[in-house]
Nanobody, 125 residues
Framework: QVQLVESGGGLVQAGGSLRLSCTVS????????MSWFRQVPGKGRELVAA????????TYLDSVKGRFTISRDNRQNTVYLQMNGLKPEDTAVYYC??????????????????WGQGTQVTVSS
């Protein structure tokens, strides 16, 4: 069973930075496309960033382009989300997800096989 454990959330002022980490166990990490989703109360989950199995391809939500960077370390079984220039509208619960092995990028809810427990990110103005 694949398990995802996130860390790195917290409270930060607008303009600040946070780095989220997600360590995966129970599966062959290098074979999994990985993503970060987020959700605010009353809204659905939205894709923030996705990265391919080898790390060569990635995609981002338009509103985070140029501020957030997704990366992965296949030796450490970990995926990261570096978040710079945080804005109050980035406040959400952030989820690490592992996509289906057949997917190049895990960008839709139907392409997700595993979810982390979520970590709260709060950006104060």
């Amino acid at each position: 069973q694949v398990q995802l454990v996130e860390s790195g959330g917290g409270l930060v002022q607008a303009g600040g930075s946070l780095r989220l980490s997600c360590t995966v166990s129970g599966g062959t990490f290098s074979g999994l496309p990985m993503s970060w989703f987020r959700q605010v109360p009353g809204k659905g989950r939205e894709l923030v960033a996705a990265i391919s199995r080898g790390g060569a391809s990635s995609t981002y939500l338009d509103s985070v382009k140029g501020r957030f960077t997704i990366s992965r370390d296949n030796r450490q079984n970990t995926v990261y989300l570096q978040m710079n220039g945080l804005k109050p509208e980035d406040t959400a619960v952030y989820y690490c997800v592992a996509g289906r092995r057949s997917a190049a990028l895990a960008v839709t809810l139907t392409s997700i096989d595993y979810w982390g427990q979520g970590t709260q990110v709060t950006v104060s103005s």
